[in-house]
Nanobody, 124 residues
Framework: QVQLVESGGGLVQAGDSLRLSCAASGRAFSPYTMGWFRQAPGKERDFVAA????????SYADSVKGRFTISRDNTKNTVYLQMNSLKPEDTAVYYC?????????????????WGQGTPVTVSS
């Protein structure tokens, strides 16, 4: 079965950077679009970023455009989220997700597999 394991979260100050990683296993990695989502306390889980299977297409939530960058290394079965200029409102548990179908677009839906999440706390 598909397993997604996130790492890299932590406590940082506003303006700092963090890089999250998500290691995938259980099936071939390269044919599947990967995404990052986040859930702040008391709120619903929101889309953050996605990257297509080839890495050629990416998409971002408006709130993180210009600050966050998603990337993938298909040789390592890993997707990354580089987060710069962090703000207190970025505080959330960040989840990695994989789409169910092959060769999908870098969209906000179609994700059937989820990691356990890694917490990010940004202090002001």
């Amino acid at each position: 079965q598909v397993q997604l394991v996130e790492s890299g979260g932590g406590l940082v100050q506003a303006g700092d950077s963090l890089r999250l990683s998500c290691a995938a296993s259980g099936r071939a990695f390269s044919p599947y679009t990967m995404g990052w989502f986040r859930q702040a306390p008391g709120k619903e889980r929101d889309f953050v970023a996605a990257i297509s299977w080839s890495g050629g297409r990416t998409s971002y939530a408006d709130s993180v455009k210009g600050r966050f960058t998603i990337s993938r290394d298909n040789t390592k079965n890993t997707v990354y989220l580089q987060m710069n200029s962090l703000k207190p409102e970025d505080t959330a548990v960040y989840y990695c997700a994989q789409q169910r179908l092959r060769y999908g677009d870098a969209g906000v839906s179609g994700y059937d597999y989820w990691g356990q999440g890694t917490p990010v706390t940004v202090s002001s």
